[in-house]
């Protein structure tokens, strides 16, 4: 599923619009606009533009430093443990045989 606009009044008594991902969370906000035709045209200019759009590197070269909050996140190591193939379809045959029914497997 894509995001969806969402058009509404502000505080202000003010049209905008909003872009929303599937998940709900809102991805952008328009500016203000006087009437709704005007904020139903920039819809249509948003969906012209941004996907074609290209990105602008506006960032410093320079780096600033790691902020110190960000060094000080513990770390959880997890145990990772690989199957071999051959067991992982070893135990999956033994599965489907406990089963003992008989399984639809597409066309009659």
Not at 32 to 42: E, H, I, L, P, R
Not at 95 to 105: D, L, P, S, V
């Amino acid at each position: 599923m894509a995001g969806m606009f969402e058009l509404f009044i502000d505080a202000e008594s003010y049209f905008r619009f909003r872009l929303t991902a599937p998940d709900g969370t809102v991805m952008a906000v328009s500016k203000a606009f006087d009437n709704k035709t005007a904020a139903v045209a920039g819809i249509a200019d948003v969906r012209e533009y941004a996907g074609m759009g290209l990105i602008a590197d506006v960032v410093p070269t320079e780096r600033r430093a790691t902020p110190p909050e960000a060094c000080d996140v513990p770390v959880q190591v997890r145990e990772v443990r690989r199957i071999p193939a051959a067991d992982l379809h070893g135990r999956s045959r033994e599965m489907h045989r406990a089963t003992g029914e008989r399984r639809w497997a597409g066309a009659v």
